[in-house]
C-alpha cells in the first residue's frame, strides 16, 4: 500500500472483474479512539461525532474517526452494474451503444482516505492531484478533470460507462463527472466527500434551479439539507472541472 498526501497516481482510465451485489448495504461505522456520539470523556474533554452526512455511506464502506480526521476505508467496487465487470460477472451489463471500452476491468482495491473532521479553508486553493480526490457514498472514489498526464478528458469520455465511470490501469473504479447512479432519484442529493473535508453535491440546489456563484474550486456557501446552519460545498457542474476545480480546505491523504 503507498501513501501519497493528495499526490497520487497517474489517472488513464480502466476496471472490472471483481464480485459485488448490486442491492446497497450499509456503510460500517465504528470507531478508532473516539466515538460517533459526541460524549465527554472522564478527563473532560467532548469526543468528535460523525460530521452529518457520513451516515448515508453505503456499500459495505467503513468510516470511522481517528483523532482529526474521518477515515473511510473502501474496496472501490461500484454497487451498480457496468460492462467493466466483465462477461460472466453478476454484475455485468453490456455497454450501451457509443460507449468504447477501455482495456481495464473493476477490482477491488484498498482506498483509505483521511478527511479532515472539521474542514477550514486553506490560505490558498490547493491543486487537485491524479487519482482520488474524495470518495462517493456508495464507496467509490472521485477523479479530477484530468487524464493520465493532465491532459483534458476528451478521449476518455467515450469510455464511461451508462453511470458516468470507468477503471484506470490500476483496475480501480472512479467518477470524474457526475455519478449518475447516486443522482437518478435527487438531482440536489449529497453525493460524497472531497479530501478536504467538504461535501459535494448533484448539480442542482434543492429549489430545482443550477447553482450560482461557484468559485473556481467549484464551490460556494449556503445552507443544505445536511448542514442548515450553511457550509462550503462542491456541486457538480456539465463542463470542466465537472467535480471539483480545486481543493478549497487543506486536504488530507490517501493511500491504496
Known amino acids: 500500500m503507498r501513501q501519497f498526501a493528495v499526490t497520487a497516481f497517474a489517472l488513464a482510465a480502466t476496471l472490472a472483474c471483481a464480485s459485488g451485489s448490486t442491492t446497497p448495504t450499509a456503510a460500517t461505522t465504528t470507531t ?31 468510516v470511522q474517526i481517528s483523532g482529526n480526521f474521518v477515515v473511510v476505508s473502501t474496496t472501490d467496487v461500484p454497487n451498480h452494474k457496468s460492462p ?21 476491468h473493476i477490482a477491488a482495491q484498498s482506498y483509505v482516505l483521511r478527511i479532515p473532521i472539521a474542514p477550514a479553508a486553506a490560505a490558498s486553493p490547493g491543486d487537485t492531484p491524479l487519482d482520488a480526490i474524495g470518495v462517493a457514498l456508495n464507496g467509490v472514489v472521485f477523479f479530477n478533470q484530468y487524464a493520465a498526464g493532465r491532459v483534458p478528458l476528451t478521449t476518455e469520455i467515450v469510455s464511461f460507462d451508462q453511470y458516468n465511470g470507468h477503471p484506470a490501469m490500476q483496475n480501480n473504479y472512479h467518477y470524474h463527472f457526475e455519478p449518475l447512479y447516486l443522482t437518478a432519484a435527487t438531482k440536489s ?29 467549484n464551490g460556494h456557501t449556503h445552507a443544505t439539507l445536511e448542514y442548515p446552519n450553511g457550509i462550503y460545498h462542491y456541486h457538480v457542474v456539465s463542463s470542466p472541472p465537472y467535480l471539483v476545480g480545486c481543493f478549497h480546505g487543506t486536504a488530507g491523504t490517501v493511500t491504496n
Open 189 to 217: 442529493a449529497l453525493i460524497g466527500f472531497i479530501l478536504d473535508g467538504y461535501p459535494i453535491y448533484g448539480p442542482q440546489e434543492t429549489s430545482g434551479s443550477a447553482p450560482t456563484g461557484l468559485d473556481a474550486c
Open 32 to 62: 478508532t479512539g473516539t466515538n460517533t456520539t459526541g460524549t465527554t470523556n472522564t478527563g473532560g474533554s467532548t469526543t468528535p461525532s460523525l460530521p452529518s452526512g457520513y451516515e448515508k455511506f453505503t456499500n459495505g464502506t467503513s
Open 84 to 104: 467493466y465487470f466483465g462477461v460472466g460477472n453478476a454484475n455485468y451489463v453490456a455497454p450501451t451503444a457509443g460507449i468504447v471500452l477501455n482495456p481495464s
